[in-house]
Each structure stands twice: as structure tokens, then as C-alpha cells.
């Protein structure tokens, strides 16, 4: 089982959807959580992080986390084109300065 | 604010060859991490430094190893090497690689191995 999960997709959603990108985790010690979202051929940036159970929204963008279940979420309303990238789910695990661990990622597509 | 900087952007090697790669992170972050980046395998975690240490390893073989200076600058090498290693090799700072701490990342070195 790999520690962070995500489906590859390819993610199609028109425009002005909303799209819901998901992850899930296998260690449950885990404790922060982020978003990153890469252009094809630039470096990952960061959207969002969030390390307590339930939503967090930034502008278009809402987190969701349930560490129970070990799943965290992307939701990015009002989708537009330039939303077209692959969205990295990262996981950091708690107990010192642990390592980020990346999922493989989500191509999210926004079709006109 | 300057960014993650790494240099080169470029670079393509034979098999058998080794190649060091450079990072200056954003200034006044002391934690730079190395990842492998590949279409299959995703980003993959190589090493993390903070003050001159290796403070965690991938899995990655002894092939790979890095170092930091005082001024936080990091390289990365890579001895005698493989195919497989072609891909994009990229470089994150944070200020101490704290729980919450953010990590941003350079542009990457593409490195192609022929």
C-alpha cells in the first residue's frame, strides 16, 4: 500500500464546475497536510495546508481533512481553465522533522 | 523575496558520468530537501539537510548524496550514472522543516542520461 494515494486521472470537469480531488494516507501519525498544484514542466507551488479535521477555505479552494478515516480533500469551485494542472497531495507525519511524502498526483483537465 | 534558485536548469550526461547539482534556497531557510521527480514514479524524497546535517534519507542508493554549506546553499551528486536516472530533480527550502513549516520549490535540473 503506498503511503499517499491519489487517483491520476485524468480529472475532467467543464468550466465553472466544481472540482473535488482526493487523497488518501496510510500512516496515522500523520499530522500536516498540503496541496501543491504543478503546470506541466514548472515546479510544484503550493495552494493550501491543513492540519486539523475539517474544512478550510481559501478563495476558491477548500481543504477538506477526517483524519479518521485518513482522507483529505481539494474542492476548487467556480473552475476555470487555468486550474489545468496535476494536483499533489503531501503528507508530513508528526514526531520531530519528518520527511513530506507526495502522492503520484490528480491531471485535473477544465474543459471551456 | 528571491526564490529557490537551482542551477543548472540543464544538463544532459552519458552513462557512467556523475553530475553535482546546486541549490540556493530562499534566504533565511535553513532546511533544503532533494526530490527525484519521474512521469512513473512521481516525486520521490531523496534527502533533507538542516545545518550542514542530513537530517532524513530516501531510498535511494549510495549513488546519491548531498551536502549543505553554512550558508544553507545544498548539492546534490550523483555518481556513475544510470539511465534510469534521467528526470527532474528538484529542490525545496523551509525555513526549519518544521511540522508546518511550508516548502517551496526551485524551477528543477532536467537532467537526461544518454
Known amino acids: 500500500q503506498k503511503e499517499v494515494e491519489q487517483n491520476s486521472g485524468p480529472l475532467s470537469v467543464p468550466e465553472g464546475a466544481i472540482a473535488s480531488l482526493n487523497c488518501t494516507y496510510s500512516?496515522?501519525?500523520?499530522?500536516?497536510f498540503f496541496w501543491y498544484r504543478q503546470y506541466s514542466g514548472k515546479s510544484p507551488e503550493l495552494i493550501m495546508s491543513i492540519y486539523s479535521n475539517g474544512d478550510k477555505e481559501d478563495g476558491r479552494f477548500t481543504a477538506q481533512l477526517n483524519k479518521a478515516s485518513q482522507y483529505v480533500s481539494l474542492l476548487i469551485r467556480d473552475s476555470q481553465p487555468s486550474d489545468s494542472a496535476t494536483y499533489l497531495c503531501?503528507?508530513?507525519?508528526?514526531?520531530?522533522?519528518?520527511?513530506?511524502?507526495f502522492g503520484t498526483g490528480t491531471k485535473l483537465q477544465v474543459i471551456p | 523575496k528571491a526564490g529557490v534558485t537551482q542551477t543548472p536548469r540543464y544538463l544532459i550526461k552519458t552513462r557512467g558520468q556523475q553530475v553535482t547539482l546546486s541549490c540556493s534556497p530562499i534566504s533565511g531557510h535553513r532546511s533544503v530537501s532533494w526530490y527525484q521527480q519521474t512521469p512513473g514514479q512521481g516525486l520521490q524524497f531523496l534527502f533533507e539537510y538542516f545545518s550542514e546535517t542530513q537530517r532524513n534519507k530516501g531510498n535511494f542508493p549510495g549513488r546519491f548524496s548531498g551536502r549543505q554549506f553554512s550558508n544553507s546553499r545544498s548539492e546534490m551528486n550523483v555518481s556513475t550514472l544510470e539511465l534510469g536516472d534521467s528526470a527532474l530533480y528538484l529542490c525545496?527550502?523551509?525555513?526549519?522543516?518544521?511540522?508546518?513549516?511550508?516548502?517551496?520549490f526551485g524551477p528543477g535540473t532536467r537532467l537526461t542520461v544518454l
Open positions: 525545496a527550502s523551509s525555513w526549519q522543516g518544521a511540522l508546518t513549516d511550508t516548502q517551496y
Open positions: 500512516d496515522r501519525v500523520s499530522q500536516s
Open positions: 503531501a503528507v508530513k507525519r508528526s514526531g520531530g522533522y519528518q520527511k513530506v511524502t
